[in-house]
């Protein structure tokens, strides 16, 4: 029903509540807003049960290192520019790898005069990192890229934004990436 209002109404943004599941339950049936995410080519706003309301004042956004498109981050970009937030542009490298990577110049030309900053966490799990950074530095909305895979590359990759979605405790903004 979601994918089918979404594709005959000018849709920006699907907003949805989340209220996780637990392992068997996601591996037998899923998760709704999962289903979303991989389905839809719009932007999806996952809201945990537990959450209230407030204007973001920091955002973090998860940096995969891969191309993102100034449309990809429009969202995101009227979000911070309308609360007026700072973005923290995150980058995790696996733990005995140097976390001292370059990143960020792409991000400063689409992020413009928004304030932005750029951090790089040790970490081996993706999920736990984000996390814990989320909960440290006071965040009030979690950013990530979705990128579409085909069903053969389904299988043997993980998809951090629907695990995200499933288990985080703040609000997390999923954008959908178009395939290069």
């Given at each position: 029903?979601?994918?089918?209002?979404?594709?005959?109404?000018?849709?920006?943004?699907?907003?949805?509540?989340?209220?996780?599941?637990?392992?068997?339950?996601?591996?037998?049936?899923?998760?709704?807003?999962?289903?979303?995410?991989?389905?839809?080519?719009?932007?999806?706003?996952?809201?945990?049960?537990?959450?209230?309301?407030?204007?973001?004042?920091?955002?973090?956004?998860?940096?995969?290192?891969?191309?993102?498109?100034?449309?990809?981050l429009k969202v995101?970009?009227?979000?911070?520019?309308?609360?007026?937030?700072?973005?923290?542009?995150?980058?995790?490298?696996?733990?005995?790898?140097?976390?001292?990577?370059?990143?960020?110049?792409?991000?400063?030309?689409?992020?413009?005069?928004?304030?932005?900053?750029?951090?790089?966490?040790?970490?081996?799990?993706?999920?736990?990192?984000?996390?814990?950074?989320?909960?440290?530095?006071?965040?009030?909305?979690?950013?990530?890229?979705?990128?579409?895979?085909?069903?053969?590359?389904?299988?043997?990759?993980?998809?951090?934004?629907?695990?995200?979605?499933?288990?985080?405790?703040?609000?997390?903004?999923?954008?959908?990436?178009a395939s290069h």
């Amino acid at each position: 029903v979601i994918l089918d209002e979404a594709a005959e109404r000018e849709v920006d943004l699907v907003v949805m509540g989340t209220h996780g599941t637990s392992g068997l339950e996601r591996l037998l049936m899923g998760s709704t807003t999962a289903s979303v995410i991989r389905n839809v080519a719009l932007p999806v706003l996952a809201v945990p049960a537990a959450a209230s309301y407030q204007d973001p004042e920091r955002i973090v956004l998860a940096d995969d290192g891969g191309p993102v498109d100034r449309s990809t981050l429009k969202v995101l970009l009227d979000i911070a520019r309308w609360s007026r937030s700072e973005v923290m542009i995150v980058h995790v490298v696996p733990e005995g790898r140097d976390a001292e990577e370059t990143f960020g110049g792409e991000y400063d030309k689409l992020l413009g005069a928004i304030p932005h900053t750029f951090h790089s966490v040790s970490g081996d799990d993706v999920l736990v990192a984000l996390n814990d950074l989320a909960n440290q530095r006071d965040t009030d909305l979690a950013v990530v890229v979705h990128r579409h895979r085909g069903r053969i590359e389904q299988l043997f990759h993980r998809s951090v934004s629907t695990e995200l979605a499933l288990h985080t405790h703040t609000p997390l903004l999923i954008l959908q990436q178009a395939s290069h």
